[in-house]
C-alpha cells in the first residue's frame, strides 16, 4: 500500500490544533480531552456534561470533513483488513483502554502535558504495544508486507 508523502506543515499544524484543543476544554471547563472517557460519559445517564462531551464528539468528524473541504478533495482510505478484523481491533482497543483507564489522547497528550507519571507509563505501554503489534503481523503473520 502506498503511503501518502509526509506533510510537516500539516503534522505540525495538526499537533497545534490538536494541543490547542485540549488547552481550551482543560481551561474553559476543567476538563481532560480523553476520548475515551468523554465518549463513555456521553452514552451515560444525561447530566449537565452532556451537552458538551457531545459537541466535542461531533466536532471530531465536523473537523475532518472542514479539513476535506478546504483540501477540495477527501484522502484515500486503502484499509488492510475486512470488517471482521476492523471489528476484532476495535474490541481490542475498546478493552486496552478500559485496562489502561484511558486512551492516547487522554494519557498521551493531556496526561504527559500534565506530567503525570501514571500517564508516562500508559503510553510507553501504548507505544510499546502498537510496535509489538505491528511487528508481529507483519513479519511473523506476514499481512500487510
Not at 15 to 44: D, E, M, P, Q
Not at 77 to 87: D, F, Y
Amino acid at each position: 500500500m502506498p503511503m501518502a508523502p509526509f506533510d510537516p506543515v500539516s503534522a505540525l499544524a495538526g499537533g497545534v490544533l490538536i494541543g490547542l484543543a485540549s488547552l481550551l476544554l482543560l481551561g474553559g471547563l476543567g476538563r481532560i480531552a480523553g476520548i475515551s472517557g468523554i465518549l463513555g460519559g456521553a452514552l451515560g445517564r444525561p447530566d449537565a456534561d452532556t451537552p458538551w462531551r457531545l459537541a466535542f464528539l461531533l466536532g471530531l468528524p465536523a473537523g475532518f470533513v472542514l479539513w476535506a473541504w478546504l483540501r477540495g478533495e477527501l484522502p484515500e482510505v486503502h484499509l488492510q483488513t475486512g470488517w471482521p478484523g476492523m471489528l476484532v481491533a476495535g474490541a481490542i482497543v475498546g478493552f486496552g483502554t478500559r485496562l489502561g483507564s484511558g486512551c492516547t489522547s487522554g494519557h498521551g497528550v493531556c496526561g504527559l502535558a500534565r506530567l503525570s507519571p501514571r500517564s508516562l507509563v500508559a503510553t510507553v505501554i501504548f507505544m510499546l504495544t502498537a510496535a509489538a503489534t505491528v511487528f508481529l503481523i507483519r513479519h511473523v503473520i506476514g499481512e500487510g508486507a
